[in-house]
């Protein structure tokens, strides 16, 4: 079974900070993804990564970048933590094409921005 | 560009009674169509997929959906539903065009026993 691993399960950090979330995949998948959840607007996608050291904006990619430096590994940070980030935040990993291949996902970090 | 709806917020239902959670797409030729599940605190699980052949699809802890083209929907089924299936279901489209899964804003589904 895929593994992703989100560091956290619950965050709490303070309005103006640099926050790391980091994510781990074990099955050697190609494509990773950054979401935000926030109820009634679903998953919306932040950034994602089709290889090492690549990274395409997704659909709400402000006040957000994304590091890969290693092929498991996928990081979001906030530069400057608002409180408009509060919100649920899931990785995801694929394998080949990004729209026909299904997506597993981690747990989750539920972050606050205080 | 593609598009998913999901028209029912929240569903409850009996425990033992059957479900039908609706999700319709926008599209111009076949998309590729997934199902999510989300228990409390957890991240999506799949529970089945759609890419082509039988329309009827069968996925994990007994949910099926179908596939309809005329109708571009493709709902999820479960003929007796248990306690342990309240969660939130998400339905996804995928398409040749763009290099992303689009999700829809997901059913939260209550079951009352």
């Known amino acids: 079974d895929v593994k992703v691993t989100q560091s956290s399960r619950y965050l709490v950090k303070r309005t103006g900070e640099k926050v790391f979330l980091e994510c781990v995949q074990d099955m050697d998948h190609e494509n990773m993804f950054w979401y935000r959840q926030d109820p009634g607007l679903g998953l919306r996608l932040i950034y994602f990564?089709?290889?090492?050291?690549?990274?395409e904006k997704g659909d709400i990619p402000e006040g957000y970048s994304v590091s890969r430096e290693k092929k498991e590994r996928f990081s979001l940070i906030l530069e400057s933590a608002s409180t408009n980030q509060t919100s649920m935040y899931l990785c995801a990993s694929s394998f080949g094409q990004i729209y026909n291949q299904p997506q597993h996902f981690g747990d989750g970090t539920r972050l606050s921005i205080l | 560009a593609q598009s998913v709806t999901q028209p029912d917020i929240h569903i409850t239902v009996s425990e033992g009674a059957s479900l039908e959670l609706r999700c319709n797409y926008s599209?111009?030729?076949?998309?590729?169509l997934f199902w999510y599940v989300q228990s409390p605190g957890q991240g999506l699980q799949l529970l089945l997929k759609?890419?082509?052949?039988?329309?009827l699809v069968q996925g994990i802890k007994g949910f099926e959906a179908e596939f309809k083209r005329s109708q571009s929907s493709f709902n999820l089924r479960k003929p007796s539903v248990h306690w342990s299936d309240a969660a939130e279901y998400f339905c996804a489209v995928g398409a040749g065009n763009t290099d992303k899964l689009i999700f829809g804003t997901g059913t939260r589904l209550q079951v009352f026993p």
């Open positions: 759609y890419f082509s052949g039988d329309t």
């Open positions: 599209y111009g030729a076949t998309p590729y």
């Open positions: 990564s089709y290889d090492v050291k690549m990274k």
